[in-house]
């Protein structure tokens, strides 16, 4: 085998974080909500990740929320976080946390977070896709599918 | 003007010296470019071609009385006669220019199909085309009426022939036939396919977007009636490429976009329009790209296309070979015949993941759908990973390519 540089496999690594291959093996809320208030696809066209996130929302409170599809372990992942982390929280909130993620996934540079109230600790796992720009699609479909699903948009959302 | 390169090349694997981007460095590795089958690097002759014309003959065709468009003029048209001796067409008058296999197929979906086509009327593809020899016909099927029937392929990923056969009714129109499959890399037994239709007067176009730059084309030998292929599979520039048509059925046909270039006289009473192949050249064309292309003909003539065939077909089966001694490697696409391509998956590693991890040490493979939806269909898949080989691949790209893999599934595991 040839030898892997040690720098080369630091940022893969930074990529393929343990919490992101974790979440990618084994999935939480991996499933369908039977009921569910609100639900939206999600689909990346250049890798073929397709997700259907579901929401049961109450009042204005999101008291449950999953996915079921199929994808890389990048939006696996980051879906997988990211129902764990709006259950229990106002659509609002969640929303907020949707503008907060995309933005700094999609910044250049530095990000200067706001405080929304929500900590978004685990999220930063997924900070490493923000050097692969055909990949920062992956991290963030999931959280556009929520987006409209929140919105009671019906069409399906494209990455591209 | 492009410069014909004289033979020198004590064997392919010189190839390699003359294509200035595969000399470099990704994330510290050398570049082993195995994603020719999506675009093939360019050799400096066309490169130089190309930037030759922009420095010095720039101007448009067909039209000027001065020095620069004779010289734009002569060196357009002789790229086409290039094109047509490189292929064996029997006549100028059928080499169409366009922009791309894509664009030549729809030429042929709008321009030959949709006027003849009628309610019940088939069009029979297979299971394992590309999205560009499908949804021109299904676009013209929804016009008319036509139905698209496709003949289904098995797991090895041929195409099961006597299905195919029993597809072909009285009411077929046309069978459009990909040459070389781009996700599975099957070479289709499109003589047969031709022979078969002769037979019931049905005419065929082959998609041949990933035969030409692998083998010797022969469209008179083949018989086909339409002949798609893109330049820039075959080492020239982006956004040009041609369609091959027989005289007789594009004398019947009627032009496929309105514009200069393709009339002989209008007026508001009506056009008359220009001669083959120029009724179906409207506006300015990818002049740059087209003696690019031309200068690219002249690159694999000196190579010689026979020297390539055998250089690839000995390198594909290296490259399966050794993927196959990999644990949790799954090959899609192992026809008897095949050229250039090969579709894999590993372990449960999306193959997004993959290629990321790949270029990551300096190897770029193609992961997807392969614009060819129906086919992961069929095999189950989202999308595989592709690596395919061009003549200035060598064993020391696929070495690259195996140890990358074994990598990855260090991170995975």
């Known amino acids: ?160 | 003007m492009s410069q014909p390169q004289e033979t020198r090349f004590s064997s392919v694997a010189d190839c390699r010296r003359d294509f200035p981007a595969l000399h470099q460095q990704v994330h510290g590795h050398p570049l082993a470019f195995l994603d020719s089958a999506a675009s093939a690097q360019q050799p400096e002759s066309v490169i130089q071609a190309v930037s030759h014309y922009q420095q010095h003959d720039h101007a448009n065709v067909h039209r000027g009385v001065y020095t620069l468009s004779h010289r734009a003029t002569e060196a357009y048209e002789g790229a086409r006669d290039k094109i047509r001796s490189f292929i064996n067409a029997s006549s100028r008058k059928e080499v169409i220019l366009t922009s791309g296999t894509t664009e030549s197929i729809n030429l042929v979906a709008q321009s030959y199909c949709r006027p003849r086509l009628q309610a019940g009327d088939e069009i029979l593809i297979t299971h394992m085309e590309h999205h560009a020899n499908l949804v021109p016909w299904q676009l013209v099927c929804e016009q008319t009426g036509a139905k698209l029937v496709a003949a289904p392929i098995n797991k090895a990923g041929e195409l099961e022939i006597d299905a195919f056969d029993k597809l072909v009714s009285d009411r077929t129109r046309l069978i459009a036939v990909a040459h070389v499959s781009n996700a599975l890399g099957t070479v289709n037994p499109v003589k047969d396919i031709i022979c078969r239709a002769k037979a019931r007067d049905i005419p065929v176009l082959l998609d041949g977007a990933q035969g030409v730059p692998h083998m010797s084309v022969d469209v008179q030998a083949l018989d086909c009636d339409f002949y798609a292929f893109s330049a820039h599979k075959m080492f020239g520039p982006t956004g040009t490429g041609v369609l091959f048509g027989k005289e007789a059925l594009l004398e019947d046909m009627p032009p496929y976009q309105g514009g200069g270039d393709m009339i002989l006289e209008v007026s508001f009473d009506g056009t008359t329009f220009n001669e083959l192949p120029y009724k179906f050249e409207a506006g300015t064309p990818n002049i740059s790209g087209v003696i690019g292309l031309g200068a690219a003909i002249d690159y694999l003539l000196s190579v010689g296309m026979e020297n390539v065939a055998q250089h690839e077909t000995q390198l594909l089966e290296y490259m399966m070979q050794q993927l196959s001694n990999i644990d949790g490697m799954r090959l899609i696409g192992t026809a008897a015949t095949k050229a250039s391509v090969q579709s894999f998956l590993v372990d449960d590693i999306h193959p997004h993941d993959l290629g990321t991890i790949l270029d990551h040490q300096g190897v770029a493979i193609r992961t997807g759908h392969h614009c060819a939806m129906p086919v992961m269909d069929y095999f189950g898949v989202p999308g595989t990973a592709r690596a395919s080989v061009a003549l200035y691949n060598n064993r020391d790209d696929i070495d690259q390519l195996v140890n990358a893999i074994r990598k990855a599934q260090q991170i995975f595991s």
């Open chain 1, 1 to 160: 085998m040839n030898a892997i540089d040690i720098n080369q496999d630091d940022e893969l690594r930074d990529l393929y974080r343990e919490l992101i291959l974790d979440h990618a093996r084994n999935p939480r809320h991996f499933h369908k909500i039977d009921g569910a208030t609100h639900t939206a696809a999600g689909i990346n066209p250049l890798c073929g990740d397709k997700l259907r996130v579901y929401a049961k929302v109450d009042g204005d409170v999101i008291t449950e929320a999953s996915f079921e599809g199929s994808g890389c372990a990048i939006s696996v992942a980051s879906a997988s976080l990211m129902t764990d982390l709006v259950t229990g929280l106002s659509v609002q909130t969640a929303l907020d946390c949707f503008a907060e993620v995309t933005e700094r996934l999609t910044s250049p540079g530095q990000h200067v977070g706001h405080d929304i109230g929500v900590n978004l600790d685990k999220i930063r796992a997924l900070d490493g896709v923000r050097d692969y720009p055909s990949r920062v699609k992956c991290a963030t479909l999931a959280w556009h599918a929520l987006n409209s699903a929140v919105k009671g948009q019906s069409q399906p959302v494209s990455t591209e």
